[in-house]
């Protein structure tokens, strides 16, 4: 795989050719993707269809896929799972990887962004999942990425906490303007969040659509309903 990390005023992300196979089995057959500074993609797709194989791609993860990948100086990458390390304080998994005496000011500063500001000496074991999701949304923001690509971020929050997490996704994205690829199962989540859903079936991208509607969005605008529709539809569910 062709790999290269470097400044480009007109994509933070470009991905060519993508392909990947697990034994006999090809999962990604040729993935073209392109994103745009400060957009937001979400990626659909049904289960097994290779999402999280293609995010691990693009954030440099699987050094056995071909094709070509173009990534921005500075990523950070958010799983499911929030993936702290339970022997360091909260504000450690935050700082870890930062040097400098100005690591913790900033480390303070993006937890108090994700509205943690006094659980910096807590463990990560003490924290609820939710709070645990944000920690790991600072450790990304604390690195100003250019792009943030995010593996069904929310997926494993009760729905209430679910909901408050996309706000502060939409209220970061707000003040950061960074990129994101954002995988979701969630269509009413990719609607909320995306300027553009693109769909993975059969190995590559079948569906590339922006999402022309303003924020802020709720599932009850008028377009809402019928990109909705369509995507379920895109997707094989019955809408
Ligand atoms: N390390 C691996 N070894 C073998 N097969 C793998 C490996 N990783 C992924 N696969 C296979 O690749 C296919 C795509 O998996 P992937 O996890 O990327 O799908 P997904 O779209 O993210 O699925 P889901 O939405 O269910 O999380 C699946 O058939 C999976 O079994």
Same mark, same amino acid.
């Given at each position: ?16 050719? !993508?392909?990947? /196979?697990?034994?006999?089995? !090809? ?12 957009? +937001? ?10 999402? /999280? ?15 070509? !990948? ?7 990458? !958010? ?14 998994? +935050? ?145």
């Amino acid at each position: 795989m062709a790999t290269r990390t470097e400044g480009d005023l007109s994509t933070v992300l470009t991905a060519g050719g !993508v392909r990947r /196979s697990f034994g006999a089995a !090809v999962v990604l057959d040729g993935v073209d993707l392109a994103i745009a500074p400060g957009e +937001v993609v979400a990626l659909l797709g049904g289960s097994g269809s290779g999402k /999280s194989t293609l995010l691990r791609i693009l954030a440099g993860l699987d050094p056995d896929a071909t094709g070509t !990948v173009r990534r921005p100086p500075h990523q950070a990458v !958010v799983f499911q799972e929030h993936r702290l390390l339970p022997w360091k304080r909260v504000i450690d998994n +935050v700082a870890l990887g930062l040097s400098g005496p100005e690591a913790h000011a900033r480390a303070r500063a993006a937890l108090a962004e994700v509205g943690l500001p006094d659980r910096d000496t807590a463990w990560p074991a003490e924290l609820s999942g939710g709070q645990a999701q944000r920690v790991a949304v600072a450790r990304a923001l604390v690195r100003e990425p250019e792009l943030l690509l995010l593996d069904e971020p929310f997926g494993a929050l009760d729905a209430l906490t679910r909901l408050r997490m996309q706000q502060l996704f939409i209220r970061l994205r707000a003040q950061h303007r960074f990129a994101a690829l954002l995988v979701t199962h969630d269509v009413d989540e990719a609607l909320l969040l995306a300027d553009r859903t693109v769909v993975l079936e059969g190995g590559r991208l079948v569906e590339d659509a922006p999402v022309p509607l303003t924020h802020p969005r709720t599932p009850d605008d008028p377009g809402f309903g019928a990109l909705r529709r369509h995507l379920l539809e895109r997707l094989g569910v019955a809408a």
